[in-house]
């Protein structure tokens, strides 16, 4: 049990749907994350959320839109994705705001999507 | 631009000792992490090096040279559950992580 969990753990998706991710971190951090992971490839940092302020877009097409209501609680919410797209996407928590170093990431399990 | 390396895989045997290398070029330094991520798991935290020389935290062991822009992780007595990928990443100037595309590990009986 990391501490972070998401849902769904498995997304089969059309190019038209529209679906949200969710991940909830039950640590007590104040920083959380999406990354992107695909095959042989590093993690893409897609977005950060601090003290639930946006801090960082890394040129993030628009069909992806996150969302962060509280600390605790982050969503990702998807529409006309494309096939690319299909990836693990995590989330993750620390304890620190952006702009300190030596606090390690905490992962939830991913949801591995699929666009069809 | 910013820059990770690490090999793609390697093998090992149980009850051996390997070495992971991870050399990185980017703007600033703020620290440098190992991650390990087992199959279909998520990323968990192995170890942080921000100062030079080697930390050892039981089979395990992280070692930096900031001059370099190099580290290893040392795996000690292989055990067949520490078949996984090990990621390394560095923490830049701006508190981001930039990863590298990890190290797949295969060990044998």
């Known amino acids: 049990e990391t501490g972070v969990t998401q849902t769904p753990r498995h997304l089969v998706m059309g190019m038209t749907n529209k679906k949200s991710l969710k991940c909830e971190q039950h640590l007590g951090h104040n920083a959380m994350y999406w990354y992107k992971q695909s095959a042989k490839k590093p993690l893409e940092l897609m977005f950060v959320?601090?003290?639930?302020?946006?801090?960082e877009n890394n040129s993030v097409p628009s069909r992806f839109s996150p969302e962060c209501p509280n600390s605790s609680h982050l969503f990702l919410h998807l529409h006309t994705l494309q096939p690319e797209d299909s990836a693990l996407y995590l989330c993750?928590?620390?304890?620190?705001?952006?702009?300190?170093?030596?606090?390690?990431?905490?992962f939830g399990p991913g949801t591995r999507l699929t666009v069809t | 631009g910013q820059n990770i390396d690490q090999p793609t895989e390697m093998t090992a045997t149980e009850g051996a000792i390997v070495q992971i290398n991870c050399t990185y070029q980017?703007?600033?330094?703020?620290?440098l992490f190992w991650y390990q991520q087992h199959a279909g798991e998520a990323p968990t935290f192995l170890s942080y090096?921000?100062l030079d020389g080697l930390e050892e935290k039981g089979r395990f062991s992280s070692f930096l040279s900031r001059s370099k822009g190099y580290s290893y992780l040392l795996l000690k007595e292989l055990q067949m559950k520490d078949s996984a990928s090990y990621l390394c990443a560095v923490m830049d100037s701006n508190y981001q992580l930039i990863w590298g595309a990890g190290t797949k590990l295969i060990i044998k009986p």
């Open positions: 090096n921000v």
């Open positions: 980017t703007s600033g330094f703020n620290g």
């Open positions: 993750a928590s620390s304890q620190s705001p952006i702009g300190t170093s030596g606090y390690e990431q905490y």
């Open positions: 959320y601090s003290l639930e302020e946006r801090v």
